[in-house]
């Protein structure tokens, strides 16, 4: 029979080896890699930051960045890019968009970011994902013809939340369109587009363009809800800055609040600041003043319902 001095020592000696066991097997497998990455002075360039955001996570700049594109970066997972506390750049060229696709069920958040001279779409989301975009701007943007649907420069086709960011000087199309409408019917997912704390300014749509110039509120169940937020001297040849297209219905909604529409134009249609073709439209606690249009110099109705309360209007022109 083993002394307990003996069964210590054993014991002891298991321990050991069961230890050094271990540790032999965590050396063997593969070591994990933290998705994300940062954007510093050394890899400010398109390849750093494809490579940053290829498995998803947070991309944060640590550095001021100006990155020219020659493709559009793919998303393919949940992915947070922050450029907050520097000037970050992001430029199309004057030729390509900035972000590819985002797929079903993938969540993007923009924080702090620049994105300039786009040609095409800065963002197209697929049904069931969420866009939050904070306190970047756009400016100088083309968004390309499209045949069926407005063209813009963003389509949400989700969930988008922007906040505290400037939209100016972009051309082709609608800066936004929350849309819940697909080419053949729709989509089967709700469209939901809030504005929070943001500027629409010097924007312009082409001749023949569909849609708003910042917003266009698109499908059967499509809502757009905008507060305290700011439209100013947009100039589009359908409607102005804000427009609900004819395939929106009765359960489509848009409601502003405490928001000021200033200066925008309607070309050669209805609406200069807000062009309601369909759905139901709340406007409360807002001012519209010096908009223009051909029929409804400030707001045009030709939908279901409309409610104004605690709002002023003042110098708008009606052409008819």
């Known amino acids: ?27 063997s497998l593969p070591t994990s ?9 050394v890899n400010c360039n398109e390849a750093g930051l494809s490579s940053a955001v290829a498995g998803g996570g947070m991309v944060t700049f640590t550095a001021d960045c100006s990155i020219t594109l020659t493709a559009p970066i793919t998303i393919s ?36 970011l620049s994105i300039v001279n786009v040609k095409g779409s800065i963002i197209y989301t697929e049904p069931n994902t969420t866009l939050t975009v904070s306190n970047c701007t756009f400016s100088n943007n083309t968004a ?3 045949s069926f649907l407005p063209n813009a420069l963003i389509t949400n086709n989700g969930t988008m939340y922007l906040n505290s960011s400037t939209f100016s000087n972009s051309t082709g199309g ?5 849309n819940s409408e697909g080419f053949s019917g729709p989509t089967g997912s709700p469209a ?45 040849t359908g409607s102005g800055a804000v427009f609900t297209d004819e395939r929106s219905s009765v359960n489509s909604r848009l409601i502003v609040n405490n928001s000021i529409f200033t200066g ?9 600041a807000i062009n309601s073709d369909r759905g139901h439209v709340e406007i409360s606690n807002s001012t519209f003043s010096a ?17 104004i309360k605690g709002s002023t209007f003042s110098n708008n022109i009606a052409d008819t």
């Open 264 to 272: 925008n134009k309607a070309n050669s249609g209805a609406g200069g």
């Open 174 to 178: 609608s800066v936004i369109l929350n």
């Open 77 to 112: 997972a949940n992915t947070t890019i922050i450029g907050t506390g520097h000037n970050v750049v992001l430029s199309g060229g004057n030729t390509v968009g900035s972000f590819n696709a985002l797929a079903s069920g993938l969540n993007l958040t923009l924080q702090g």
């Open 33 to 41: 890699v933290e998705a994300g990455g940062t954007i510093s002075a």
């Open 192 to 236: 939901v587009l809030s504005v929070l704390d943001s500027t629409f300014t010097g924007n312009t749509n082409g001749t023949g363009a569909k849609g708003g110039v910042a917003i266009t509120n698109n499908g059967s169940t499509a809502t757009t809800v905008i507060s305290n937020s700011t439209f100013s001297n947009n100039t589009g």
């Open 291 to 307: 908009n223009t249009a051909y029929v409804g110099g400030a707001i045009f109705a030709g939908g279901y319902t409309l409610g």
């Open 1 to 27: 029979m083993l002394s307990k001095t003996k069964l210590l020592r054993k014991f002891g000696l298991l321990a050991t080896i069961a230890l050094l066991a271990t540790l032999l097997l965590s050396l």
């Open 144 to 146: 390309k013809p499209a």
